[in-house]
Protein backbone atom coordinates (compact mmCIF):
# COMPACT_ATOMS: atom_id res chain seq x y z
CA UNK A 1 0.00 0.00 0.00
CA UNK A 2 1.34 3.40 -0.91
CA UNK A 3 1.77 6.05 1.82
CA UNK A 4 -0.50 8.46 -0.09
CA UNK A 5 -3.53 6.21 0.07
CA UNK A 6 -3.38 5.48 3.55
CA UNK A 7 -3.17 8.94 3.92
CA UNK A 8 -6.13 10.08 1.05
CA UNK A 9 -8.74 10.66 3.76
CA UNK A 10 -7.20 12.46 6.78
CA UNK A 11 -5.26 14.96 4.03
CA UNK A 12 -8.53 15.27 2.48
CA UNK A 13 -10.02 16.92 5.71
CA UNK A 14 -6.78 18.70 6.85
CA UNK A 15 -6.64 16.80 9.88
CA UNK A 16 -3.01 15.51 10.05
CA UNK A 17 -0.77 16.58 12.37
CA UNK A 18 1.65 14.98 14.98
CA UNK A 19 4.94 12.61 14.26
CA UNK A 20 4.47 9.62 12.04
CA UNK A 21 7.81 6.71 11.64
CA UNK A 22 7.84 5.19 8.06
CA UNK A 23 9.81 2.29 8.34
CA UNK A 24 11.24 0.20 4.84
CA UNK A 25 14.67 -1.31 4.18
CA UNK A 26 13.85 0.25 0.57
CA UNK A 27 15.22 3.79 0.83
CA UNK A 28 14.57 5.47 -2.17
CA UNK A 29 10.65 4.47 -2.01
CA UNK A 30 10.61 5.35 1.64
CA UNK A 31 12.03 8.96 0.71
CA UNK A 32 10.41 9.76 -2.60
CA UNK A 33 6.53 8.78 -1.15
CA UNK A 34 7.20 10.45 2.31
CA UNK A 35 8.32 13.59 -0.22
CA UNK A 36 5.11 13.04 -2.26
CA UNK A 37 2.90 13.23 0.45
CA UNK A 38 4.42 16.18 1.77
CA UNK A 39 3.56 18.11 -1.21
CA UNK A 40 0.26 16.48 -0.90
CA UNK A 41 0.20 18.60 2.55
CA UNK A 42 1.58 21.95 1.65
CA UNK A 43 4.08 24.20 -0.56
CA UNK A 44 7.63 23.30 -1.15
CA UNK A 45 8.96 26.36 0.96
CA UNK A 46 7.16 25.02 4.07
CA UNK A 47 8.80 21.72 3.46
CA UNK A 48 12.07 21.08 5.39
CA UNK A 49 13.97 17.78 4.60
CA UNK A 50 16.73 16.65 6.81
CA UNK A 51 19.52 14.24 4.77
CA UNK A 52 22.91 13.49 3.85
CA UNK A 53 23.34 16.40 1.18
CA UNK A 54 25.15 14.20 -1.62
CA UNK A 55 22.45 12.06 -1.96
CA UNK A 56 19.57 14.39 -3.03
CA UNK A 57 19.32 15.42 -6.35
CA UNK A 58 19.63 18.99 -7.44
CA UNK A 59 16.17 19.64 -8.46
CA UNK A 60 15.37 18.42 -4.21
CA UNK A 61 17.98 21.03 -3.29
CA UNK A 62 16.75 23.94 -5.79
CA UNK A 63 13.30 23.98 -4.28
CA UNK A 64 12.83 22.55 -0.74
CA UNK A 65 14.65 23.66 2.30
CA UNK A 66 17.69 21.20 3.04
CA UNK A 67 19.56 20.66 6.37
CA UNK A 68 22.22 18.11 7.09
CA UNK A 69 22.08 15.77 9.81
CA UNK A 70 23.48 17.55 12.74
CA UNK A 71 21.60 18.95 16.22
CA UNK A 72 21.90 22.64 14.91
CA UNK A 73 19.71 21.68 11.87
CA UNK A 74 17.44 20.48 14.49
CA UNK A 75 17.34 23.65 16.83
CA UNK A 76 17.05 25.79 13.26
CA UNK A 77 14.49 23.43 11.82
CA UNK A 78 12.67 23.59 15.47
CA UNK A 79 12.42 27.75 15.11
CA UNK A 80 10.84 27.93 11.83
CA UNK A 81 8.43 26.09 12.85
CA UNK A 82 7.96 28.64 15.15
CA UNK A 83 7.38 31.35 12.98
CA UNK A 84 3.88 32.73 12.80
CA UNK A 85 2.48 31.08 9.50
CA UNK A 86 -1.30 29.79 8.42
CA UNK A 87 0.72 27.60 5.78
CA UNK A 88 1.37 23.31 7.31
CA UNK A 89 4.89 22.75 7.97
CA UNK A 90 6.44 18.92 7.10
CA UNK A 91 9.68 18.57 8.46
CA UNK A 92 10.68 14.84 6.50
CA UNK A 93 14.15 13.50 8.51
CA UNK A 94 15.56 11.05 5.87
CA UNK A 95 16.84 8.90 7.50
CA UNK A 96 16.64 8.88 11.68
CA UNK A 97 19.71 6.61 11.76
CA UNK A 98 21.84 9.35 10.70
CA UNK A 99 21.39 11.22 13.47
CA UNK A 100 23.36 11.44 16.66
CA UNK A 101 21.74 10.36 20.34
CA UNK A 102 22.12 14.25 20.91
CA UNK A 103 20.10 15.12 18.13
CA UNK A 104 17.39 12.41 18.86
CA UNK A 105 17.10 13.55 22.08
CA UNK A 106 16.52 17.17 20.94
CA UNK A 107 12.93 15.92 19.28
CA UNK A 108 11.35 15.23 22.61
CA UNK A 109 9.59 17.66 23.28
CA UNK A 110 9.06 19.21 20.04
CA UNK A 111 7.44 15.73 18.92
CA UNK A 112 5.67 15.49 22.55
CA UNK A 113 4.14 19.09 22.22
CA UNK A 114 4.31 20.00 18.28
CA UNK A 115 3.06 23.24 16.60
CA UNK A 116 -0.47 22.68 15.89
CA UNK A 117 0.19 23.48 11.82
CA UNK A 118 3.27 21.26 11.65
CA UNK A 119 3.60 17.50 10.77
CA UNK A 120 6.87 15.41 11.05
CA UNK A 121 7.75 12.22 8.41
CA UNK A 122 10.72 10.71 10.07
CA UNK A 123 11.88 7.83 7.70
CA UNK A 124 14.37 4.57 9.18
CA UNK A 125 15.08 1.25 8.29
CA UNK A 126 15.52 -0.15 11.59
CA UNK A 127 13.37 0.63 14.45
CA UNK A 128 15.78 -0.26 17.44
CA UNK A 129 18.15 2.19 15.63
CA UNK A 130 15.33 5.53 17.09
CA UNK A 131 15.41 6.08 20.62
CA UNK A 132 12.78 4.25 22.75
CA UNK A 133 11.89 7.76 24.17
CA UNK A 134 11.48 9.31 20.79
CA UNK A 135 9.19 6.25 19.35
CA UNK A 136 6.40 5.96 21.52
CA UNK A 137 5.68 9.32 20.41
CA UNK A 138 5.29 8.13 17.02
CA UNK A 139 2.84 6.96 14.85
CA UNK A 140 4.34 3.87 13.15
CA UNK A 141 3.79 2.99 9.07
CA UNK A 142 5.62 -0.16 7.96
CA UNK A 143 6.04 0.01 4.10
CA UNK A 144 5.97 -2.94 2.03
CA UNK A 145 9.28 -3.15 -0.40
CA UNK A 146 9.44 -3.09 -3.78
CA UNK A 147 10.88 -5.89 -5.80
CA UNK A 148 13.30 -3.99 -7.57
CA UNK A 149 14.71 -3.03 -4.52
CA UNK A 150 16.38 -6.04 -3.76
CA UNK A 151 17.37 -6.77 -7.83
CA UNK A 152 18.98 -3.85 -7.48
CA UNK A 153 20.59 -4.78 -3.88
CA UNK A 154 21.63 -8.63 -4.46
CA UNK A 155 24.65 -8.40 -6.55
CA UNK A 156 26.37 -11.31 -8.64
CA UNK A 157 28.87 -11.91 -6.32
CA UNK A 158 26.63 -13.33 -3.37
CA UNK A 159 24.78 -15.06 -6.10
CA UNK A 160 28.49 -16.40 -6.19
CA UNK A 161 28.18 -17.76 -2.70
CA UNK A 162 25.46 -19.93 -2.92
CA UNK A 163 26.96 -21.60 -5.74
CA UNK A 164 30.70 -22.02 -4.55
CA UNK A 165 32.26 -24.87 -3.22
CA UNK A 166 34.20 -22.68 -1.13
CA UNK A 167 31.21 -19.62 0.66
CA UNK A 168 33.64 -18.40 3.24
CA UNK A 169 36.59 -18.04 0.51
CA UNK A 170 34.07 -15.86 -1.79
CA UNK A 171 32.65 -13.61 1.29
CA UNK A 172 36.30 -13.29 2.98
CA UNK A 173 37.46 -11.92 -0.45
CA UNK A 174 34.04 -9.79 -1.60
CA UNK A 175 32.21 -8.74 1.55
CA UNK A 176 34.43 -8.27 4.49
CA UNK A 177 33.99 -4.71 4.93
CA UNK A 178 30.28 -4.88 4.46
CA UNK A 179 27.80 -4.17 6.67
CA UNK A 180 26.79 -7.68 8.19
CA UNK A 181 23.34 -7.15 8.87
CA UNK A 182 22.78 -6.10 5.40
CA UNK A 183 24.84 -9.21 4.01
CA UNK A 184 22.76 -12.04 5.71
CA UNK A 185 19.97 -10.12 4.59
CA UNK A 186 20.59 -10.51 0.96
CA UNK A 187 21.91 -14.00 1.61
CA UNK A 188 18.65 -14.81 3.34
CA UNK A 189 16.67 -13.07 0.43
CA UNK A 190 18.53 -15.54 -2.35
CA UNK A 191 17.66 -18.41 0.03
CA UNK A 192 14.01 -17.86 0.42
CA UNK A 193 13.91 -17.41 -3.31
CA UNK A 194 15.81 -20.75 -3.41
CA UNK A 195 13.31 -22.90 -1.02
CA UNK A 196 10.25 -21.25 -2.89
CA UNK A 197 11.92 -22.67 -6.37
CA UNK A 198 12.35 -25.89 -4.67
CA UNK A 199 8.57 -25.78 -3.64
CA UNK A 200 7.87 -24.34 -7.37
CA UNK A 201 6.37 -21.51 -5.59
CA UNK A 202 7.74 -19.03 -8.01
CA UNK A 203 5.22 -16.61 -8.32
CA UNK A 204 6.14 -15.46 -4.66
CA UNK A 205 9.52 -14.48 -5.29
CA UNK A 206 11.26 -11.33 -4.86
CA UNK A 207 13.72 -11.54 -7.24
CA UNK A 208 14.20 -13.42 -10.48
CA UNK A 209 17.50 -15.97 -9.23
CA UNK A 210 17.24 -19.58 -10.28
CA UNK A 211 18.87 -22.41 -8.53
CA UNK A 212 17.36 -24.40 -5.13
CA UNK A 213 17.87 -23.81 -1.12
CA UNK A 214 16.81 -25.82 1.27
CA UNK A 215 14.49 -24.30 4.16
CA UNK A 216 17.64 -25.72 6.70
CA UNK A 217 19.54 -22.79 4.85
CA UNK A 218 17.25 -19.97 5.23
CA UNK A 219 16.58 -21.32 9.24
CA UNK A 220 20.13 -21.26 9.55
CA UNK A 221 20.87 -17.68 7.71
CA UNK A 222 17.71 -16.58 9.55
CA UNK A 223 19.28 -17.37 13.27
CA UNK A 224 22.33 -15.57 12.49
CA UNK A 225 20.85 -12.33 11.11
CA UNK A 226 18.88 -12.04 14.63
CA UNK A 227 21.57 -13.39 16.59
CA UNK A 228 24.22 -10.39 15.02
CA UNK A 229 20.71 -7.57 14.58
CA UNK A 230 19.42 -8.23 17.82
CA UNK A 231 21.46 -10.05 20.55
CA UNK A 232 24.94 -8.38 19.66
CA UNK A 233 26.41 -11.68 18.66
CA UNK A 234 29.83 -11.76 16.90
CA UNK A 235 29.32 -10.80 13.57
CA UNK A 236 32.21 -12.29 11.54
CA UNK A 237 31.51 -15.58 13.36
CA UNK A 238 28.37 -16.01 12.75
CA UNK A 239 28.74 -15.13 9.06
CA UNK A 240 31.76 -18.08 8.94
CA UNK A 241 29.36 -20.22 10.84
CA UNK A 242 26.55 -19.98 8.25
CA UNK A 243 28.96 -20.24 4.86
CA UNK A 244 30.80 -23.40 6.44
CA UNK A 245 27.38 -24.64 6.99
CA UNK A 246 26.34 -24.31 2.75
CA UNK A 247 29.78 -26.17 1.86
CA UNK A 248 29.50 -28.65 -0.32
CA UNK A 249 25.97 -28.45 -1.34
CA UNK A 250 24.72 -28.34 -4.63
CA UNK A 251 23.36 -24.99 -5.86
CA UNK A 252 23.00 -23.39 -9.10
CA UNK A 253 22.19 -19.80 -8.80
CA UNK A 254 22.32 -16.80 -11.84
Known sequence: MKIDQ?????????????AWLFLSIDEE???NEALDLANQITAAPYIYIVSDIEVLTDSIKNNYQVFDPAIKSIFEIQRLLFLASDEKKVVIIKLMEDLSEEAQNSLLKITEEPPSN???FFLSKDENRVLPTLLSRFRIIKIP??????QKRVSPEIKGILN????LGVYLENFLEEDP???LENLAILARDGVLNTLNIKELKITDISGRASVEDLKAILRALEGVKYHNLNPRLQIENVLLSLKNRVRIYK
Open 145 to 150: EKNSFY
Open 164 to 167: SSQP
Open 118 to 120: AVF
Open 6 to 18: YFKRIIENDVIEG
Open 181 to 183: VIF
Open 29 to 31: TLF
